[in-house]
């Protein structure tokens, strides 16, 4: 039996402390808002346009409340590219590890390269951990995307699995939305592209930029958004959003609108910040969701 929603009613925070209180097993999948022309009217009376599941954004998995994976559709979560996000293979290990290494599954994969001493067992467990949290936290600053809980349906067992304690991850994730925000202020649109101002070489000269910032400063164009920038970077919407904002609060990129775009349609009123820890829904919302997911 799934339990099924939309964040705009049930933040990413309250599901997952749900799944911790209930000792679930089972994946969240959460979509990408698809806003039709229908009128709903929610709990509260208010009525706004019904918005209805498109392409799987984020698949994330839980043993016994734990969080144990995640990945993000626009991702590549190949092992190879999570272990060169985390500083462990550089980009041509990656590139030629990812080519010669297709065929063979995760944990396949990870075992040779911990033989061949290209990184240690540590190193696995702890890129995935950070892989799989990055997804988590950047999930809980979103709050309009429709979910489904789909109990007992686990990733394959040839995928490496990382197993996480909830109540940190919440709390965590909690501070971490505060501080999203106002990039989330700044940078509302990812469809929106960069492109260099006049003369970047003087602009540039002296500038001392980390991994990211260089791995996102390869792909600026006018003809690629922020959103494809993140997709080719294997960055989350938070990630590209830090090292956008730095980028043109130092003048080394400006924003434009891409060829072709369209501007998105609105989301009704209902759509609200990400959660508070003050702020709760009401205890019997709480207590009838408590009591579904333990009876599914």
């Known amino acids: 039996m799934a339990f099924k929603g939309?964040?705009?009613?049930?933040?990413?925070?309250?599901?997952?402390?749900?799944?911790?209180?209930?000792?679930?097993?089972?994946?969240?999948r959460v979509y990408n808002p698809v806003v039709t022309d229908e009128y709903i009217t929610d709990g509260a009376g208010n009525k706004r346009k019904k918005v209805v599941p498109g392409e799987e954004r984020v698949s994330i998995a839980f043993r016994?409340?734990?969080?144990?994976?995640?990945?993000?559709?626009?991702?590549?979560?190949?092992?190879?590219?999570?272990?060169?996000?985390?500083?462990?293979?550089?980009?041509?290990?990656?590139?030629?590890i990812r080519e010669r290494g297709a065929k063979y599954s995760d944990k396949a994969l990870a075992l040779m390269l911990i033989n061949a001493n290209y990184v240690t067992k540590a190193d696995v467990v702890r890129s995935i951990q950070r892989h799989t949290l990055d997804i988590v936290y950047d999930l809980m600053t979103w709050t309009q995307e429709p979910f489904v809980f789909e109990e007992n349906v686990l990733p394959s067992t040839d995928r490496i699995t990382v197993p996480i304690d909830?109540?940190?991850?919440?709390?965590?994730?909690?501070?971490?939305?505060?501080?999203?925000?106002?990039?989330?202020?700044?940078?509302?649109?990812?469809?929106?592209?960069?492109?260099?101002?006049?003369?970047?070489?003087?602009?540039?000269?002296?500038?001392?930029?980390?991994?990211?910032?260089?791995?996102?400063?390869?792909?600026?164009?006018?003809?690629n958004s922020m959103r494809q920038i993140a997709k080719a970077c294997n960055m989350?919407?938070?990630?590209?959003r830090q090292v956008v904002y730095g980028l043109l609060q130092a003048g080394l990129v400006e924003l434009v609108k891409p060829p072709g775009m369209k501007m998105p349609q609105p989301v009704a009123a209902g759509r609200r910040s990400p959660a508070h820890p003050s702020q709760t829904i009401k205890p019997s919302v709480v207590e009838r969701l408590i009591n579904k997911i333990k009876d599914m």
Not at 9 to 23: C, G, K, V
Request: net charge neutral; glycine share 8%; charged share 25%.
């Open 6 to 28: 939309i964040l705009a009613d049930f933040s990413a925070t309250q599901i997952l402390n749900l799944i911790n209180l209930a000792h679930k097993t089972g994946t969240l």
């Open 166 to 223: 909830l109540k940190n991850v919440i709390i965590e994730g909690t501070r971490r939305a505060r501080k999203v925000k106002p990039l989330e202020e700044e940078l509302p649109n990812l469809d929106m592209a960069l492109k260099f101002p006049e003369a970047p070489g003087e602009k540039f000269r002296g500038i001392h930029l980390g991994v990211d910032e260089w791995h996102v400063v390869a792909f600026i164009n006018p003809k």
């Open 64 to 96: 016994d409340g734990k969080l144990i994976l995640a990945t993000m559709g626009a991702q590549d979560g190949h092992l190879a590219n999570v272990l060169h996000k985390a500083g462990k293979l550089n980009a041509e290990q990656a590139r030629v």
């Open 236 to 240: 989350t919407d938070t990630e590209i």
